[in-house]
């Protein structure tokens, strides 16, 4: 059975998600803390790991580093009361899949938690294919690996879905509806946060900037363009 990585120090909040998730049927690993999160995470193999950011005698942020260390296929969901933009930011770039404030709705952090868990099944597939390549971006699914005029950028999960997306649309402006549903699995106003800050990282490692969007270009209103060049 699929097991589901719980983290968070509030006992009532992880036997709460436990019996969400079980019920859903999936197997719970509770920890209260990072080093049983990890020792979980080696004998438990995850599909998922919900994780909360105020941990001990860690912070979330490490244990976040440690995972995504061990793994660069598992998703991870930050849950976590701390709603500030530069924590989120941190989590995202750090590697975190996804990002949701408490307090939450159960249908919706289960919606989220089977979300995650079939992208991770399909990149375990490897259902992306082939390298793809569109003027100068050349993205590798085997490595999760961008290159682009001479550079090879390693991409988080999310950014090298959220290109591979755009890539394979062929220069058409794509909705932000329809990228949050494609490439997390869901589309609401957490999932458009996100979205919106995986793009400005993404960017980042384009060489792009607030100015000049020259390879991901933003429609108002509407979605985004990818210009490759």
Do not use: C
């Amino acid at each position: 059975m699929r097991a589901i990585l719980l983290v968070d120090d509030d006992q009532g909040l992880t036997d709460l998600l436990a019996g969400i998730v079980r019920q859903a049927g999936f197997t719970p690993l509770a920890a209260a803390d990072p080093t049983t999160a990890i020792q979980l995470f080696e004998t438990g193999h995850p599909v998922v790991a919900v994780i909360d950011l105020n941990l001990k005698p860690y912070d979330g942020f490490e244990l976040l580093a440690e995972l995504r260390r061990r793994s660069t296929s598992l998703p991870i969901l930050v849950l976590t009361g701390r709603a500030l933009e530069d924590d989120k930011v941190r989590a995202l770039d750090i590697g975190a899949d996804d990002y949701v404030v408490k307090p939450f709705g159960h249908r919706e952090i289960l919606a989220r938690i089977r979300a995650h868990a079939r992208r991770g099944e399909r990149d375990e597939g490897d259902e992306l294919g082939p390298a793809l390549e569109v003027g100068s971006l050349r993205l590798d699914p085997q490595e999760r690996m961008l290159h682009r005029e001479g550079v090879s950028t390693r991409l988080t999960g999310t950014e090298f879905r959220l290109l591979h997306f755009l890539m394979s649309q062929g220069g058409a402006v794509v909705p932000t509806d329809a990228i949050a549903r494609h490439v997390w699995g869901f589309d609401d106003a957490p999932a458009r946060e996100v979205v919106r800050v995986t793009v400005h990282r993404l960017r980042r490692k384009l060489g792009d900037d607030g100015a000049h969007q020259r390879v991901i270009r933003t429609v108002p209103g509407v979605g985004l363009r990818l210009h490759p060049g």
